[in-house]
């Protein structure tokens, strides 16, 4: 059974930075493209950002594009993402996102999640 569990999430003000973290374990992580959602109350969960297995390609939503970078190191069976200019409509839930068919690559969402980690961004 894969199991993901994120962190680093928080409170912090605009313009500032934070990076979460997601460990999975269970499964064969190198096989997996990974991807981050974001979701607030009363809304659909929308697609941050996906890496490819190797890390090699990297996707991005426009609303985060040239702020945020998603990384993963197989080593660890860690993906990050560094958040950088935070804006107050940052503030979400985050959840990773692990998939072995790839379709989070296309911004569609994988088989298996964390339980969320929630950024709070103030203005």
């Known amino acids: 059974q894969v199991h993901l569990i994120e962190s680093g999430g928080g409170l912090v003000q605009a313009g500032g930075s934070l990076k979460l973290s ?3 374990s269970g499964g064969p992580f190198r096989s997996y493209a990974m991807g981050w959602f974001r979701q607030v109350p009363g809304k659909a969960r929308e697609f941050v950002a996906a890496v490819s297995g190797s890390g090699a390609r990297t996707y991005y939503a426009d609303s985060v594009k040239d702020r945020f970078t998603i990384s993963r ?3 660890k069976n ?3 993402l560094q958040m950088n200019s935070l804006k107050p409509e940052d503030t979400a ?3 990773c996102n692990a998939d072995p068919l790839a379709k989070v690559i296309g911004g569609l969402e994988g088989d298996y999640w964390g339980q969320g980690t ?3 961004v103030s203005s």
């Open 78 to 80: 860690m993906v990050y």
């Open 118 to 120: 929630q950024v709070a």
């Open 93 to 95: 839930v985050y959840y």
């Open 73 to 75: 190191d197989n080593n």
């Open 22 to 24: 997601c460990v999975v």
